[in-house]
């Protein structure tokens, strides 16, 4: 969570209108939640294989009270992401010819790293509740069990696990996204606080 704020605030009260100081800094918590908001959307989308749609639906922006001065809070919310999100190529699986078999699943989470093969994942049907895709990457694991249904109903097969990757929060929170957030915020914070203050001065005839 990143919060933005004046440190000084007291003393800015007491050498202006406070009324004055609170719609300026209101306007400027505003624009600066929403440039650290894209920052951080930025910087996270530079280290992972990640869509701006996708870290946008997991923030949160909180107004907070503080003083009669609204803050704003941006807190990242969500639990780890499908591999799938990550995978290159159809959505659904596709098949060798010579052989049949489902041709190995590929994906890219730091963009560092590259397309890597996911070993033993495939492609398979999801939950129905997972509407982004119908199909997600699985593995076999654990001690094999007699399925009860699908197409391998009565034999004896792995359990599957649906193999995920990092969630948002846990992205966002890298020390090199969280730092360029804060130093965007108290940047931002302080110009567009003079600005909008030099603004409703002149607007209200104020020296």
């Keep these: 969570m990143i919060e933005m704020t004046l440190t000084n605030i007291d003393e800015i009260r007491r ?3 406070p009324k004055l100081v609170k719609k300026a800094l209101d306007r400027a918590i505003s624009t600066a939640a929403n440039r650290v908001r894209t920052q951080i959307s930025v910087d996270v989308r530079q280290r992972y294989n990640i869509k701006a749609g996708d870290v946008g639906k997991s923030v949160t922006l909180r107004p907070i009270n503080q003083d009669g001065v609204i803050n704003r809070l941006l807190a990242y919310t969500g639990g780890r992401l499908s591999l799938r999100m990550f995978a290159a190529g ?3 699986p596709t ?3 010579r052989s049949g078999r489902q041709l190995p699943v590929r994906v890219t989470v730091l963009k560092a790293e590259g397309r890597k093969q996911v070993q033993g994942g495939f492609l398979a049907k999801g939950l129905n509740h997972e509407t982004s895709t119908p199909y997600q990457i699985f593995q076999r ?3 094999p069990r007699r399925m009860t249904k699908g197409n391998y109903a ?3 097969k792995q359990p599957l696990r649906k193999l995920t990757g990092p969630a948002i929060p846990t ?4 020390p090199k996204v969280i730092t360029a957030a804060v130093d965007r915020a108290g940047e931002v914070m302080g110009t567009e606080f003079t ?3 030099e603004l409703l001065m002149s607007n ?3 020296a």
């Design 15 to 17: 050498a202006f209108d």
């Design 154 to 156: 009565g034999l004896k």
């Design 95 to 97: 098949y060798s010819k």
């Design 171 to 174: 992205m966002v929170s890298n």
């Design 204 to 206: 209200t005839g104020g």
């Design 141 to 143: 694991e654990g001690d």
């Design 195 to 197: 600005r909008q203050m």
């Design 90 to 92: 159809s959505a659904a």
